[in-house]
């Protein structure tokens, strides 16, 4: 049986380290019409692009700084439903809250639990006292959640030379 690096708990969700075991699932999620939309392309169109992916992304940032984007999974079953983490963007001063789902788990209330326990685990491992968070202008449903977390809109940024603007929360 794998072990696998788990981060945290709550009532319904455990939150673990990515891992490339998760490629298929990865695979999945970045391909969601959603991901797309409001996250972006990023060209991963296999299993093995989806193992690059977690390994120089996530588990990279794990190595470096000790936090990144887990896999959230629904703890009674172990199903994975999403991720949800904090991301330190070279673009961005301080670390952000970053999450996303597939859509059969939207509505249900796991993005809020998710990401209310990994704002309080950035507190409490890493002393994080001001999270940032940074959405499309357009993606309504994550600008409410912000909201409802406790995030206000603070500017528009580009995240990189050629991106388009996206929204900015704060969270102190």
Known sequence: MKSYV????????????????DATF?????????????????????????????????VAMY????????????????????ICGLIKRDSLDDVDLGFAFLPAFWGKGFAFESAAAVMDYGRCAFGMSRLLAVTSP??????????????????LAR????AAEVNVFANS
Do not use: C
């Open 6 to 21: 788990k981060v945290l708990e709550t009532a319904r969700l455990a939150l673990r380290w990515l891992e490339s075991d």
């Open 26 to 58: 990865m695979l999945q999620l970045l391909n969601e019409p959603s991901w797309l939309r409001y996250i972006g392309d990023k060209g991963v169109r296999t299993v093995e692009d989806a193992r690059h992916y977690i390994e120089n992304g996530p």
């Open 63 to 82: 190595r470096r700084l000790g936090f990144g984007l887990y896999l959230v999974e629904l703890k009674e079953s172990g199903e994975p439903i999403g």
């Open 138 to 155: 357009d993606n309504h449903a994550s600008v409410a959640l912000l909201e409802k977390l406790g995030f206000r809109f603070e500017r």
């Open 159 to 162: 995240l990189t030379a050629d």
